[in-house]
């Protein structure tokens, strides 16, 4: 299995990256975006950790991979709550941005 | 190999460019792209079923959210975009995330040999559900409990979204009015793909007791069934305060607490399954469940009540 270790790899490199967008970009649904990049990159860890607990014919260990099924729509529905949040923002104030008044 | 590498650099470009795209609609459209290449590495890790939720809800559900959330906030990306961060902090944020990169891949590098798993755990129960699917079978029994909450979540955001509705808007529509044009490519799109999109629908969640599908990744499809008929014009988003939308929402969950109840009184254990009964059961579970989730993913897709209702 030594190309599970490649998506390992890629799963800590999503979550620098994801991090580092949600921490720089000024704009909150880029934040969002990048958020769900980190979670894209944990659930990739999960990924990999059960390809490792592959046994009894099982080509993984399906604990883990139901976790991320369940991971994922509660992700969605986070997402769908912090856009929601940010429209309602821009309508109660015409802006886009976090950013306290001058 | 090489296809593994090669996939892991496009996964890694395509979550780089998502980032540094100026225009956040190029930026959701690359994130849905990065979502379809991220379902190949799931493929690749051997676990189909995630692929599936990762292809419908990761990159289709979230991707249409944040599409029509990134049209009506365009115009206010220029006022953004003059809140630049100095290079100092870029360089700093920077050095943090390569550092909890590199933390991470060490640690993965670290692991045991031995990798712990309770696959064969799983193996030797799986009889006893009848199902021959195994994550399925950890969704609707073993954990059956954490897709019980999980249930429970979708609801409570779909009720968090509806009060951000206005007062004056409470109870109406989600979203736009879309009219149907009759002469439009969509509502022929639509007339032809909808009613095969809720049979392949139907089939991904039927075939989930024994093959890669099951009740959220067909309730994905038929969520966006429904989605592309609003779209078309072919159908309204009813408004929420209708009863039987509301009854369709908490059917599936209500049916589910009523048989982990019953579970109580049964097998002695809250959502126990008696074991003759358990495929049985847990198919009068999911055929319910299923349709409550679509209807909530649709309309968490949807958003707040932007429509009054018409008295």
Known sequence: MSYTILYGLCSAVLVGLGLFGLITHAQPLRKILAFNLIGSGVFLLFGVIARRGAAVGFGGDPVPQALVITGLVVAFAGTGLAVALLLRLFDETGRGTLRPDE | ?311
Not at chain 2, 50 to 60: D, P, R
Not at chain 2, 120 to 132: F, I, P, Y
Request: charged share 10%; glycine share 10%; net charge negative.
């Open chain 2, 1 to 311: 190999m090489a296809f593994d590498i090669v996939l892991v650099l496009l996964i890694l470009g395509v979550a780089a460019w998502t980032l540094s795209a100026r225009d956040t609609f190029a930026a959701v459209v690359g994130f849905i792209g990065f979502g379809l290449l991220l379902a190949l590495a799931w493929v690749r890790l051997a676990a189909p079923d995630v692929a599936l939720t990762e292809a419908g809800i990761g990159s289709g559900l979230t991707g249409g959210l944040l599409l029509g959330a990134s049209t009506r906030l365009r115009g206010t990306e220029t006022t953004a975009s003059g809140e630049t961060p100095s290079n100092a902090f870029y360089l700093s944020a920077g050095g943090v995330c390569t550092l909890i990169s590199a933390t991470l891949a060490v640690v993965l590098l670290e692991l045991p040999a031995e990798a712990p798993t309770l696959a064969a755990q799983v193996a030797a129960n799986l009889s006893v559900t009848g199902l021959d699917n195994p994550v399925t079978a950890v969704l609707m029994a073993y954990r059956a409990v954490d897709t019980l909450l999980e249930v429970v979540v979708l609801l409570l955001v779909l009720v968090g979204m509806w009060s951000l509705a206005p007062d004056h808007l409470w109870g109406g529509s989600p979203g736009r009015h879309h009219p149907a044009d009759p002469d439009g490519a969509l509502p022929f799109v639509a007339q032809l793909l909808v009613p095969v999109g809720i049979l392949v629908g139907i089939h991904i969640f039927w075939v989930g007791s024994v093959a890669p599908g099951g009740e959220f990744q067909g309730a994905t499809i038929l969520a966006a069934m429904w989605i592309l008929a609003t779209m078309a014009g072919l159908v309204d988003t009813p408004p929420v305060s209708r009863r039987w939308l509301r009854l369709l929402l908490v059917t599936g969950p209500a049916v589910f607490f009523a048989v982990g109840f019953a579970g109580l009184a049964l097998a002695g254990a809250f959502l126990a399954y008696p074991e003759a009964y358990a495929k049985l059961l847990i198919l009068i579970i999911e055929i319910p469940l299923t349709l409550s989730i679509a209807a909530t993913l649709a309309l968490l897709v949807a958003g707040p009540p932007e429509r009054a209702r018409q008295q």
